[in-house]
Nanobody
Framework: QVQLVESGGGLVQPGGSLRLSCAAS????????VGWYRQAPGKQRELVAALTSGGSTTYADSVKDRVTISRDNAKNTVYLQMNSLEPEDTAVYYC?????????WGQGTQVTVSS
């Protein structure tokens, strides 16, 4: 079992930056893949970025040049650094962790990009 708790969301102006954090507990976290998803009002949840236990990354085309996913296994924490934020990035951001058929989600953190 893995528990995930996100933090770092908030209100930011267009062009600004945020770093989201996801603290994991409850299992051998380093063997899990991790990812960030987001869900805007009225839209489906979508992948933002993913990072396998082996270090391979995947990014959505809409954020590819603006975000970086990373992890600190010693701290059991996943990060999402987001730069050059746009109003279209406004959403609830969810941390995800997976290993085989096991799939875990955090409760989400709101990111609002507005002037």
């Amino acid at each position: 079992q893995v528990q995930l708790v996100e933090s770092g969301g908030g209100l930011v102006q267009p062009g600004g930056s945020l770093r989201l954090s996801c603290a994991a507990s409850g299992s051998v976290f380093r063997v899990y893949g991790v990812g960030w998803y987001r869900q805007a009002p009225g839209k489906q949840r979508e992948l933002v970025a993913a990072l396998t236990s082996g270090g391979s990354t995947t990014y959505a085309d809409s954020v590819k040049d603006r975000v970086t996913i990373s992890r600190d296994n010693a701290k059991n924490t996943v990060y999402l650094q987001m730069n050059s934020l746009e109003p279209e990035d406004t959403a609830v951001y969810y941390c995800n962790s997976w290993l085989g058929s096991r799939n875990y989600w955090g409760q989400g953190t709101q990111v609002t990009v507005s002037s």
